[in-house]
């Protein structure tokens, strides 16, 4: 049988949760260790506290009840304009993540469709993201494609 799930935006009183699934995601793909995952804990605390209260950044939470247990995070970014889209805010898609026990129940498609909607309804229409091997044919089903974005690292 399919848990009743139902959608809720995340307050600045989430916030441990969204550092959680931050942590717990990035945890499961093998990236970082115990001090770097700590430390992106903090900044990332930081971080989304003073995104959340200026409005460019909010999460959506799919719960069972009163649990979270799926979570996508949405960044708005301030794009330039370009010759196909004219100016046009965009948004990049961080910490999706489903709690263990909530996985293949079509949870994270279902709250996937959610977040698509709502950033349709702010106007936004390119989104990005960056899809880990487990979830890439979730995205590829949404109808995400693959970009030719490079990227570099500056030490």
Not at 7 to 28: I, K
Not at 76 to 104: H, S
């Amino acid at each position: 049988m399919m848990t009743r799930i139902t959608f809720r935006l995340a307050t600045a009183d989430d916030v441990d949760s969204m550092v959680y699934h931050r942590h717990a995601m990035f945890a499961e793909m093998g990236l970082g260790d115990e001090e770097t995952l700590s430390r992106m804990n903090t900044d990332f605390r930081v971080w989304a506290l003073d995104h959340l209260a200026n409005e460019t950044f909010w999460t959506w939470f799919a719960c069972d009840g009163d649990k979270i247990v799926c979570g996508a995070g949405i960044y708005r970014l301030d794009w330039a304009p370009g010759p196909t889209d004219g100016y046009l805010p965009r948004a990049y898609i961080y910490n999706v993540y489903t709690e263990t026990d909530y996985r293949k129940q079509g949870i994270a498609r279902r709250l996937m469709e959610h977040v698509l909607n709502d950033l349709r309804e702010r106007g936004i229409r390119t989104v990005g993201l960056h899809a880990s091997d487990f979830a890439r044919s979730l995205y590829e089903k949404l109808n995400f494609i693959a970009s030719n974005e490079m990227q570099i690292i500056l030490s």
